[in-house]
């Protein structure tokens, strides 16, 4: 049974969602001093993939500025045979043996398409590059992956050809057209040319300038075009299970849209038929607590928007470690805080938002319905407020350390 939240009814959870809080009086003994080093809560990239050797760090560094590779910064090794020479593809007549071939079908890309040497960015099974119809001018991303790959699996790239074959939404990538050659498979999708949201986080946290990272209005409206995307996901039953700043783009420079990629860890699933899922798979910072324990369904995708949302406004992620074991184990924990130095400046709303999403029992977690409905959402956009009544006083099976003096300054207010 779901109802309207009433004034009243907002103030009485607000006051219980305090009463199951451990506040801590002290907060910056253990911050970083200027020129001290990385922050302690510093975001790398530590995927747990055979294919994934790039590094990547938010960091707010001594002297203000984000720290990236340089094999991050300009990456310009070609991965593909079709980007050397339209002769050296033309020549492979051979078709594929059944049972090894994604698309049933070779077919060289570089009649229909010029692919550029740069990489604009590298996912779990492969990099994204530039590339343009011959005959129309239009450009296009492409994602070429390597087929021979221990963890590239045949089965699985069909899965993600097949999702996004059917995908009719603003917020998702658009597939445009699918080749393969002996060696990799080309998908080719809509060209977002606004970048990464991971670079804008990257920007934003090592300019020490403002408060936190994004403002509340632009995390919320990110937030928010993330969840409509979800929504779609759910509703056709479809998981993503890695969602992160890397696999959000903006659709132009104005970063007025966004559009979610990279969907080889995604599958289909319908709770209400099937079981749980069981293969962990996901990033460490991103990962919920349910898919590490292997029992988990649609809901890990709200565990890692809640965590988007807090790096969107902190700059760093709520759960940290020197690698992905102790990462893991820090999530399982689901032991988080929200340090007076960083979150002074925003609203019990948002704090809340992330609250209902960072929880260790999926039961009590918002579904992706009830995350839109949220005030903090709302009050960006339009809609009902609705919660389901079995969650309400629930919230603290999340340790979450908060500075009680701020949290009493912004109760609660629709």
């Not at 199951?20 to 009086?25: C, K, L, Q, R, W």
């Not at 039961?363 to 839109?372: P, Y």
Request: charged residues 30%; contains cysteine; glycine residues 6%.
């Amino acid at each position: 049974m779901r109802q309207t939240a009433t004034q009243t009814d907002t103030d009485d959870e607000a006051k219980k969602m305090i009463d199951n809080i451990t506040f801590d009086e002290v907060f910056d003994d253990d911050r970083p001093q200027m020129n001290a080093g990385p922050h302690p809560c510093a975001m790398k990239d530590i995927t747990n993939t055979a294919d994934m050797d790039i590094a990547r760090v938010v960091s707010a560094s001594g002297d203000g500025s984000a720290d990236l590779p340089a094999s991050l910064a300009a990456p310009v090794s070609p991965i593909s045979p079709c980007t050397t020479s339209t002769d050296e593809c033309s020549q492979q007549h051979h078709q594929p043996a059944h049972d090894d071939s994604v698309t049933g079908r070779y077919s060289d890309i570089e009649r229909q398409y010029h692919i550029d040497a740069r990489v604009l960015g590298s996912g779990h099974h492969g990099s994204v590059r530039k590339c343009q119809d011959r005959r129309t001018g239009k450009r296009y991303a492409v994602k070429s992956i390597q087929k021979s790959q221990h963890s590239v699996k045949p089965a699985g790239l069909r899965r993600e050809i097949s999702l996004l074959t059917e995908m009719r939404h603003d917020g998702i990538i658009g597939l445009r057209d699918v080749f393969e050659d002996a060696e990799y498979v080309h998908i080719v999708t809509e060209l977002c040319e606004g970048g990464e949201l991971f670079d804008q986080i990257v920007e934003r946290a090592g300019d020490e300038s403002g408060p936190g990272c994004f403002d509340e209005v632009s995390a919320a409206r990110i937030i928010s075009q993330i969840l409509n995307a979800v929504q779609y996901l759910h509703d056709r039953n479809i998981v993503h299970r890695d969602l992160k700043p890397e696999n959000i783009l903006f659709d132009s420079k104005d970063g007025a849209s966004i559009k979610l990629i990279d969907f080889g860890l995604a599958r289909r699933h319908d709770g209400r038929r099937e079981g749980p899922m069981r293969t962990v798979v996901g990033t460490p910072y991103y990962i919920a607590p349910d898919v590490l324990r292997k029992k988990y369904d649609q809901s890990c995708d709200l565990w890692s928007v809640g965590v988007i949302a807090f790096i969107l406004l902190a700059g760093y992620p709520p759960f940290n470690g020197k690698d992905n074991a102790e990462t893991h184990r820090a999530v399982s924990r689901g032991r988080y805080r929200f340090a007076a130095e960083d979150w002074k400046h925003t609203t019990s709303e948002s704090r809340d938002f992330v609250r209902r999403l960072l929880q260790t029992d999926p039961a009590r977690r918002m579904t992706v319905e009830e995350a839109l409905a949220h005030p903090w959402i709302i009050r960006h956009s339009r809609g009902p407020m609705v919660f389901d009544d079995s969650r309400e006083g629930e919230m603290d099976n999340v340790e979450v350390v908060l500075d009680q003096s701020y949290e009493i300054m912004n109760r609660w207010t629709a």
